[in-house]
């Protein structure tokens, strides 16, 4: 590996290192986990649409995101939380929303709900994550932030081969919920921005432990 070669910018580094499973609960239930496409899953669309005339044009933005959560298969110990929204030139509204669990991110999981000009959901987007309550005991870390913050700096600036003189300074450390096509794990996303003594080449780097 060259070490002179820059971080390319928005890289997301995935450390399966011995950290990894002592900062995680290990997974207690045999069933992998089910992975639900939103977009495919037409049938999701309608029952939310009844559930929402029903509750009548005062429902609070509380009470619409428990219907949402319900309706896409969220036990109660899921929330979402709202992102950001964006309007076309059609009037339809997008809406992106973040899943927790306990109130821990799961990581790249996100939910989208399209809405017309009547407020009423047409479309959703995204994936929704089944069986996460089954393998995560708690999430409770076994491992500082610290100790993490100092392992994704040493990974960045040796590890991964950097030019001399990378300045690293830390963006942001939070507990998330990892999950992939089996199996879902408590771990850590620290972002890093990297830049050389002159503030040149400057890069953000997330790494996932």
Known sequence: ??????????????????????????????????????????????????????????????????????????????????????????????????????GVPVWGEQVVVATNQAGQPTQLYGRVIVGIAAQIESTQPQVEPQEVLAKARRYVQRDFGVAPGLKVDHISTRLVILPNRKAARLGYEVELFAADAGGGGPSNTTVLF
């Open 1 to 102: 590996m060259d070490k002179n070669r820059t971080i390319p910018f928005g890289t997301v580094f995935v450390l399966f290192t011995s950290l990894v499973f002592v900062a995680v609960d290990g997974a207690l239930g045999t069933e992998p986990l089910k992975h639900v496409d939103l977009r495919e899953n037409t049938s999701t669309v309608r029952p939310l649409q009844e559930k929402l005339k029903s509750a009548g044009k005062g429902i609070s933005a509380e009470s619409r995101l428990k219907l949402l959560a319900t309706s896409i298969g969220l036990p109660d110990n899921n929330t979402l939380e709202l992102i950001r929204t964006t309007t076309d030139n059609k009037g339809m509204t997008y809406a992106r929303y973040r899943r927790s669990f306990h």
